[in-house]
């Protein structure tokens, strides 16, 4: 035997045949792990990774102008766009209306330019009828007699720029923010811009209930951890009694509730509390009190399983070391339970940013949250450019809250129980 | 109540439901400096009597006086006890010094002092390299001695310790006992100390309490206790021990006969007894029965069939059966000259009267 | 927890998602999938249409509600995977979907309708005008006495206290606002034509703004009116009218303003079921059961010749009788196809403010 077998009681050769041997069972075990987790892999792939890369495609990628006037793109490639372009692209503007006319796909170029310049759209649809009987130049003149739009500098700007595969239109427009003519950003009009207050809106709802659920959820979650178990599933059963009933049944209750006639008005008016009813509802208190109710259990629950594992016994050794009740608590129990604080607060504040049919029915014109505004984007403007750049800017907005909020709390000490 | 008494239960009672008594009419006296061992099966309300000495139960009926003074109305921050809990209960968010400072901050002593007494405590229990780490990265053992010396740092007068070394391993658990039972002598508190264990309660105890049914059955000494049972749930608690149910026949001055149920008549020392004709349980420890006695040396002596050797080491344990009870046990010294001894073979057993206690009659 | 962005990723998602994700169904020649808005406007298609029709000529029904999502439509649509073969859609989406090429351009030869005598029946080139309905306001009679009688009582807060509900929309509001502002008719999109008109239209409604409820759903109105939260509400005429009829409420349509608007019938690109929808639409169009919807909704047939088959006790209710039309808003659908998206976003910028 040599030194080095003696050293390591085997000689090279039969070490590589037993590191062969081991990664041959251990490779039977990785396969199956991975079948196992396979068939979650792709339900993600499909239902998660794909439409979330489609999302954030949509809100930079729209190939509607390219695809339907690429002879006015090609011929826009050369525009320095300090003046009106040249004949050349008044004609391959004219051949590309003439020919969306006919294919009818006119209407998706007029759809949108209107985004960006209101009202053009009908022009555009008129132009395309009239582009389709002309024969001959120079057609700069002609166009700009079929419609004046065709005679300034911004309808083109516009067309060169809505032009590109890629735009940054809807982002910034979600932003409140546009191109001119120059391609300077500029703010939207002040009548118009309305996407930064919705966004700061949201984030004000969605912290507010957040709080909320988490000062009245952490003393319930408390008694529920503390009490005998019968009780304790009782109340646990109230708790949870918002996810029971249906969105109408507990609107219909709001109503009810917080109405100008409502049980809850009647009450401070027969009491002479107050003259006149209270904006309970349709306010930005009754998108809360409502949004409460149904993020409490979200909230109460993780940092409910978290207390059930805290032994009684942190609190008495510091009781028994000298610590008063409210002192013990402060230094040894709330620190224990904030694992589940951290993963309640940052459920229902992620939940809280999607909302928006209970601020559609309970809450007033200042509580739209923006889920709302992509949902009508969505289904009924059907511009999902617009849909896709909010969608984004939230996703984006809530990947930097929950950055910030790794580096605060520490993402490793959230434990859901 | 005597000057030494440190602490005082009088007349204490203890329900939760209002129904069943967990303590019932507890009087107890524990001097300073003592180590007293509340011993008993669970249930049996030791742990109950620890918790309404340090404050988290209140008793239903009777008072508790700490050093003279009535503590029912003084909650647990203010009682000064030190306090170590079955599982430690170390602040798992807090390092070892944060978790020995805690009772200091508490007191709002000087942060210079603070470091000298964590210093000194930790060199105590010999953790002296490991203040900065955090309690789930000690071992059992590790944490134990932190939850010790958490005890100790602000110089408590008593501790009171819950089952401290229930979660260790046999070896390590008797190298805490001896530690415990340094510290206690080098500091001179007082310690009231809960286990179920009986040979816990021998080796590290003053005196001990054996409690059953919410009763102190025996207080006493640990050799007392285990030599001169009071009765026989503290015979049979302690210890091995031979019972022998019978009849009492005859008293004389010193000893008295019992008719075995299984047959044969024994002379034994009535310690609980009602008298002639009530029943009684003789308690008998092996270690003191005799092979082949030498005649007149014991007052007893019987025939025992050998059912069953068990090799221990240093004895032998003997399975025979003596007047009617197979399951009588007798414990053989392997020391030279021991008698050869085969499963189904007779022999001659015999023990003294003073050894043979006449105890009361339990199920 | 790792999962967690996931999630909220997910809930972003989720609204994609939900218009990706349509059943693929298969149907044979003689089924058919009709899609409606539900409620009470379904239930009287269903009476009047679907079952006599499908016991007239055995053909099955499928029948299915939706929330007028286009984008549903778009989605089947371009991802060739048309399970909808006739639609019950509003104007806007009718032309929208129509530019987009997302519908069947109608082929009213194959119908064998006569397209003129359809009401509205030139606007839209893919799809067939069904019922007339409108846009009104109604009060509770038993809580304002007198009640209002014209348009312009809506943004009279002095004669007429208490909130209003109206449509969390500019569309229609903007219309009765220049009215309530002293413009003729005749001349109300001419004025909202221009950037001053629509300042005025806002700053109009500016006068009544801290008074109003904005309802997102046809069903709210009617029970704000019942609560007593408002006093006056606007809706369509057939939730008032159902209010009214079936939970007898003290309601009182002011038919002065009135915005009528038509429902369409229209058939996805390329359905599978071409020739059936074209027969069920053909059916559904004709006089007969034209008339017999108006016993259930009080909506007008906009086929003309349903007129006479209809009752005058059911004709006194429907937006299309005379007395009715004395001063009516014409809705100018190619003005909201061209100012609608910014007149949206300005509306939702001005509630936020």
Not at chain 1, 124 to 138: E, F, H, M, N, Y
Not at chain 2, 116 to 143: E, F
Not at chain 3, 135 to 163: E, H, N, R, S
Request: glycine content about 8%.
């Amino acid at each position: 035997m040599t030194a080095i077998a003696e050293n390591f009681g085997l000689d090279i050769a039969e070490r590589d045949a037993l590191k062969r041997r081991l990664r041959a069972v251990e490779r039977g075990r990785r396969l199956r792990a991975l079948a196992l987790v396979l068939p979650l892999f792709l339900f993600i792939l499909v239902s998660f990774v794909i439409p979330i890369g489609e999302l954030l495609r949509n809100a930079v990628f729209d190939p509607s102008i390219r695809a339907n006037m690429p002879q006015t793109v090609t011929a826009l490639a050369a525009w320095d766009g300090k003046d009106l372009p040249d004949e050349a692209a008044f004609a391959a503007l004219a051949a590309d209306l003439a020919a969306a006319n006919k294919a009818k796909t006119i209407a998706l170029i007029g759809k949108r330019l209107n985004y960006e310049l209101s009202g053009i759209r009908s022009k555009i649809l008129v132009s395309g009828r009239k582009a389709a009987q002309l024969t001959q130049g120079p057609y700069k003149e002609a166009m700009i007699g079929i419609d004046k739009i065709w005679g300034e500098r911004e309808t083109w700007a516009v067309l060169k720029r809505a032009g590109a595969t890629y735009t940054s239109f809807y982002v910034l427009d979600a932003l409140d923010l546009g191109l001119d003519a120059d391609g300077a950003l500029t703010p939207t009009p002040a009548e118009r811009a309305i996407y930064v207050t919705v966004f700061m809106r949201t984030l004000n709802i969605s912290l507010t209930v957040t709080v909320a659920t988490l000062l009245l959820g952490f003393p319930l979650a408390y008694l529920l951890a503390t009490l005998p178990t019968r009780t304790s599933n009782l109340l646990m059963i109230l708790v949870l009694l918002p996810f029971w009933t249906s969105l109408l049944v507990r609107t219909t209750a709001w109503f009810v509730l917080l109405q100008d006639n409502g049980t809850i008005n009647d009450m401070l008016q027969a009491l002479h509390l107050t003259s006149e009813p209270l904006p309970l509802i349709f306010s930005r208190f009754g998108t809360v009190v409502a949004m409460t109710h149904i993020q409490l259990p979200f909230t109460l629950l993780p940092i409910y399983s978290v207390m059930k594992t805290i032994s009684p016994s942190y609190v008495r050794a510091g009781r028994s070391l000298g610590a008063g009740p409210f002192y013990a608590f402060w230094r040894i129990y709330f620190p224990l339970t904030v694992p589940g604080i951290a993963a309640g607060c940052l459920l229902t504040f992620i939940l809280s940013l999607g909302y928006y049919i209970t601020p559609a029915l309970v809450g007033g014109p200042t509580d739209q949250m923006v889920s709302g505004i992509i949902e009508r984007a969505m289904n009924s403007e059907n511009n999902w450019g617009k849909a896709s750049a909010l969608g984004g800017i939230l996703l984006f907005a809530t990947l930097i809250l929950y950055f910030i909020y790794n580096r605060l709390v520490g993402i490793d000490k959230i434990r859901l129980g | 109540m005597a000057q030494d008494d440190y602490v005082q239960f009088v007349g204490v009672q203890k329900t939760y439901d209002g129904e069943t008594l967990v303590v019932k009419n507890l009087d107890l006296n524990i001097r300073a400096g003592e180590f007293l061992t509340l011993l008993g099966p669970s249930g049996s309300g030791k742990t109950t009597t620890l918790m309404m000495l340090a404050g988290f139960e209140v008793p239903t009926h009777g008072r508790i006086f700490l050093d003279g003074k009535p503590i029912d109305h003084v909650p647990p921050h203010k009682r000064n006890i030190g306090m170590v809990f079955q599982n430690y209960a170390l602040f798992p968010h807090m390092t070892v010094e944060e978790n020995l400072a805690f009772p200091l901050n508490v007191r709002k002593i000087g942060k210079a002092e603070i470091e000298t007494r964590i210093k000194r405590a930790l060199g105590m229990v010999q953790l002296s390299n490991l203040g900065k780490r955090r309690p789930g990265q000690l071992s059992g053992g590790q944490q134990q001695r932190v939850a010790l010396a958490r005890a100790l740092v602000f110089e408590p007068k008593l501790v009171l310790m819950d089952e401290p070394l229930g979660a260790l391993d046999k070896q390590l658990r008797e190298q805490m006992q001896l530690e415990i039972k340094h510290i206690h002598r080098n500091l001179g508190v007082t310690v009231v100390y809960v286990t179920h264990d009986q040979s816990e309660a021998l080796t590290m105890s003053d005196r001990v309490a054996v409690f059953n049914d919410g009763v102190i059955q025996q207080l006493a000494k640990p050799d007392d206790l285990y030599e001169r049972p009071q009765n026989s749930f503290v015979a049979q608690f302690i210890g091995e021990n031979n019972r022998l149910r019978g009849k009492v026949v005859a008293m004389n001055g010193t000893g008295c006969q019992v008719e075995i149920d299984g047959g044969g008549r024994v002379e034994a020392l009535p310690v609980k007894i009602e008298g002639v004709g009530a029943a009684t349980t003789l308690s008998l420890r092996p270690e003191r029965v005799r092979l082949n006695p030498a005649s007149g040396h014991c007052s007893n002596v019987f025939e025992a069939r050998v059912e069953e050797l068990i090799y221990l080491g240093d004895f032998t344990r003997v399975r025979a059966t003596v007047c009617g009870s197979s399951e009588f046990i007798i414990k053989v010294p392997n020391a030279e000259g021991a008698p050869d001894l085969v499963p189904g073979s007779s022999i001659s057993v015999g023990w003294k009267k003073e050894d043979c206690r006449a105890l009361d009659a339990a199920q | 927890m790792k999962t967690l962005p996931w999630l909220c990723a997910a809930l972003l998602a989720g609204v994609s998602a939900t218009a990706i994700s349509v059943p693929k169904q298969a149907s044979a020649e003689d089924t058919l999938t009709v899609i409606s808005w539900g409620g009470a406007y379904q239930e009287s298609q269903r009476k009047a249409f679907m079952e006599p029709y499908a016991k007239e000529t055995g053909a099955k029904i499928n029948e299915g509600e939706y929330n007028g999502e286009i984008a549903k439509i778009r989605a089947m649509v371009e991802s060739k995977s048309v399970t909808w073969d006739v639609v019950d859609v509003d104007t806007q989406t009718a032309l929208a979907a129509c530019a987009e090429g997302t519908l069947e351009t109608i082929d009213w030869a194959k119908l064998g309708l006569d397209r003129s005598k359809f009401i509205g029946g030139d606007i839209a080139d893919c799809a067939v005008p069904n019922i007339l309905y409108s846009t009104v306001i109604a009060y509770d009679t038993t809580k304002l006495k007198p009640g209002p009688t014209k348009i312009t009582d809506l943004f009279d807060m002095q004669k007429f206290p208490g909130k209003r509900a109206l449509q969390k929309s500019p569309f229609v509001n903007l219309e009765w606002a220049l009215i309530a502002d002293g413009v003729p008719m005749a001349d109300i999109y001419k004025v909202l034509n221009t950037p001053e008109g629509v300042d005025r239209a806002f700053k109009k409604l500016d006068t009544i703004k801290k008074d109003v409820v904005w309802w997102e759903s046809g069903a709210q109105p009617p029970q704000l009116l019942a609560d007593g939260q408002v006093a006056i509400a606007s809706d369509w005429n057939g939730r008032f009218f159902d209010a009214v009829k079936k939970d007898k409420k003290p309601f009182q349509i002011v038919w002065d303003g009135q915005a009528p608007d038509y429902d369409w019938w229209a058939m996805p690109k390329g359905t599978p079921n071409l020739d059936a929808a074209y027969k069920f639409i053909a059916w559904s169009s004709q006089p007969g059961p034209m008339a017999e919807q108006t016993k259930y909704i009080s909506y007008g047939p906009a086929n003309k010749d349903a007129g006479p088959n209809i009752s005058a006790e059911v004709l006194k209710d429907l937006p299309t009788a005379p007395d009715n039309m004395k001063n009516v808003l014409y809705v100018d659908p190619q003005f909201w196809a061209d100012n609608g998206d910014q007149l949206r976003e300005r509306f939702n910028a001005w509630l936020s403010k």
